[in-house]
């Protein structure tokens, strides 16, 4: 895939599996995860602005282009969206693995796991931008054709607007309202727009629904490796309080020891006392 930095290439870690440490291959889709999401970035700025393009087109020729321009850019964004998601749930992959791998620590583990949750809440967002930026336009262009189903047919009522901007046929409503209105020569210049507008409405709500469904699977991504990250912490505090009870355990056998060495001392220096006294007594007795 081209436009990558060289370190960034994701074809750098087709072989990640084969001798390449944990903390590489972790590493490695992190930054590759970054890199992504800031490019998703741009793109949804590039993407604003031929919305604004082909909203604001004031012939077919213009609107044709910026929406070419723009549909091409959509396509770019969410493939690399798809990427991204997969990517991530590589790195919560990788995360699980290293339970099982002695060279990584809990601490490390907990560590991946926390970075690999802040770059997925953080992907949520950017996902949740993009929605929100997809449905500002999408009704902006229902309101254009609102707008211009008003012109034609300026006694239309409200729920008679809302159903012909909704409606599949809304091209041939619109041109019918032209014609009644007696503006036959632009009814075949109003159908063209009428349908290029309903069709980029379309082609924004299945973004949007694709946007939404995306959100929800890396959502649960994130409750999921919290689960993880809180069993990780609580077999680390329960190390903690195991390694904190040995060593008051051994504290206080080192204290027994000493006391018991005391006594020994006491019983031993009594023992010769009394050997002294005895022989003492036994020496003038004899005497």
């Known amino acids: 895939m081209s436009g990558y930095p060289r370190d960034k290439d994701p074809n750098r870690h087709k072989d990640r599996y084969n001798g390449v ?27 604003r602005s031929l919305h604004e393009r082909a909203l604001v087109a004031t012939n077919e020729p213009r609107h044709k282009e910026a929406a070419l321009e ?14 991204i998601k997969e990517n991530l749930r590589e ?16 601490s490390q583990m907990t560590a991946r796991g926390g970075r690999q949750q802040a770059l997925a809440k953080r992907f949520a967002d950017q996902l949740q931008r993009y929605r929100q930026m997809e449905y500002e336009y999408s009704q902006r262009n229902r309101e254009r054709l ?23 046929q809304a091209g ?12 036959l020569g ?48 609580t077999a680390v505090e329960e190390t903690h309080v195991s390694v904190v009870q040995a060593r008051k355990e051994v504290k206080e056998a080192t204290v027994l020891r000493k006391k018991s060495r005391k ?4 019983i031993i220096i009594f023992l010769i006392i009394v050997v002294i006294v005895v022989g003492l007594v036994l020496y003038f007795k004899l005497r």
């Not at 723009?70 to 990427?83: F, G, L």
């Not at 379309?202 to 993880?228: D, R």
């Not at 006594?263 to 006491?266: A, D, L, R, S």
Request: net charge negative; charged share 35%; hydrophobic share 35%.
């Open 91 to 106: 790195t919560a992959d990788v995360c699980k693995r290293s339970k099982h791998d002695p060279s990584v620590t809990k």
């Open 263 to 266: 006594t020994m001392w006491c």
């Open 172 to 183: 041939k409503v619109f041109s019918q309202a032209v014609m009644n209105s007696n503006r």
């Open 21 to 47: 440490s944990a903390d590489e291959e972790f590493f490695g889709l992190i930054d590759r995860i970054t890199y992504q999401m800031s490019q998703v970035d741009q793109n949804i700025g590039e993407i």
């Open 146 to 168: 609102e707008r211009q189903y008003r012109i034609a047919r300026p006694d239309a009522t409200e729920e008679e607007v809302r159903d012909a901007v909704a409606n599949d």
């Open 186 to 233: 632009d009814a075949r210049r109003v159908l063209r727009d009428v349908e290029e507008r309903q069709a980029d409405i379309k082609k924004i709500e299945k973004t949007i629904n694709e946007l939404a469904h995306m959100f929800i699977e890396v959502s649960e991504m994130v409750n999921q490796q919290q689960e993880i990250i809180d069993s990780i912490e």
């Open 70 to 83: 723009r549909d091409e850019k959509v396509a770019a964004t969410n493939s690399m969206i798809s990427e």
